[in-house]
């Protein structure tokens, strides 16, 4: 078993943190029930996704060092949907509509700050 004194683990924390390709990391829901329950997809995700990938592209945000947007399943949060989590931070999102789509990348990623009206704990 490894054992971290706090200098230490901040460091580690540091160099990981450094080492990222990118310095926002989108993960948006995309998934699909086929039983007919509740799911992201029925809310509109995969237009929402892809105004989110085609919005950062437009304000030059997309690329290494910068913000990633990327499909992923179900996030087990399918109560909330449509939801996306951003990394490093693991801020979690519902968006209704493209605007609160703009609000996020313009205020989280542009401003650094949380869209709190829009998070979901
Ligand atoms: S279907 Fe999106 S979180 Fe489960």
Redesign the pocket.
């Known amino acids: 078993m490894l054992i971290f004194d706090k200098r230490l683990k901040t460091q580690v924390i540091y160099i990981i943190f450094k080492m990222s390709h990118y310095k926002y990391h989108l993960f948006f ?1 995309l ?1 699909q ?1 086929e039983n007919g329950n509740d ?2 997809a029925q809310h509109n ?1 995969k237009g929402l996704f892809e105004h989110a990938k085609l919005r950062c592209k437009e304000l030059g945000l997309a690329g290494s060092g910068k913000v990633r947007v990327n499909k992923a399943g ?5 109560e909330h ?3 996306m989590v951003v990394y490093p931070e693991g801020i979690w999102y519902t968006a209704i509509d493209q605007s609160d789509i703009d609000e996020i990348i313009d205020t989280h990623f542009v401003k650094g700050q949380v869209v709190d009206r829009l998070r979901i704990d």
């Open positions: 829901c998934n029930r799911c992201c995700a179900c996030l087990d949060r399918c949907g449509p939801v």
